[in-house]
């Protein structure tokens, strides 16, 4: 089991520009979630899926988009980055209400 | 609003020293807490607690739940270099679309001298 992919591991934005956060697990976790983790600031939730079709805002949604097509993947997206959104980006799933597994994680900086 | 609480924020040790972590939390519908070891990289888990008073080990690593007072410990005993990393706390709760909401604390920076 690869657990829980993320890609890309790094990438650098200009202000207004746009991507998409992949994120992939192949544990058959229902439960995914987006974080983000400012420098020496624990892990904020942006967004979550309890299932395939199901999402819904965490603490600091604003900025972000998300869709769950599949229980495998939950891609994140930024519409019109803004240097705010400088930050190191988490992706993490779970079967259940406790253990979350997390990804590698990717660097963004936006200028 | 959920709260929670790590100290020391920062911490400088010799290897051999023991350490002891604190997590102190407010959070509605608790469910149970988990502490996590990050370095420079993915948090990886540590240990889920869910009733108090019982203490769950890992080799040096131990930690205890205390639900009436709302906090945790996280004991490490005879700290190594390689036990250097970020400790975040983490309760879950029942939220109210019934998904494992973490609420992360701003985690304790461990630095373990030879």
């Known amino acids: 089991n690869a657990g829980v992919t993320q890609t890309p591991k790094f990438r650098i934005l200009k202000i207004g520009q746009s991507m998409t956060l992949q994120c992939t697990q192949d544990m058959n976790h229902n439960y995914m979630y987006w974080y983000r983790q400012d420098p020496g600031m624990g892990l904020k939730l942006i967004y979550y899926?309890?299932?395939?079709?199901?999402?819904d805002k965490g603490e600091v949604p604003n900025g972000y988009n998300v869709s769950r097509s599949t229980t495998e993947d939950f891609p994140l997206r930024l519409e019109l980055a803004a240097p705010s959104q400088t930050s190191v980006y988490f992706c993490?799933?779970?079967?259940?209400?406790?253990?979350?597994?997390f990804g590698p994680g990717t660097r963004l900086t936006v200028l | 609003e959920d709260k929670v609480v790590q100290s020391p924020l920062s911490l400088v040790v010799h290897e051999g020293d023991t350490v002891t972590l604190n997590c102190s939390y407010e959070?509605?519908?608790?469910?149970?807490l988990l502490w996590y070891k990050q370095e420079k990289k993915a948090p990886t888990f540590l240990f889920m607690l869910?009733?108090?008073?019982i203490e769950k080990k890992s080799g040096r690593l131990s930690s205890i739940l205390d639900k009436k007072e709302l906090f945790s410990i996280l004991n490490i005993t005879a700290t190594q270099t390689g036990d250097s990393a970020v400790y975040l706390c983490a309760p879950t709760t029942r939220g109210g679309t019934s998904y494992g909401k973490l609420t992360f604390g701003q985690g304790t920076i461990l630095t373990v001298h030879p």
């Open positions: 899926s309890v299932g395939a079709g199901i999402t």
């Open positions: 869910t009733s108090s008073g």
């Open positions: 959070v509605t519908n608790f469910r149970s």
């Open positions: 993490a799933s779970s079967y259940g209400y406790d253990e979350q597994f």
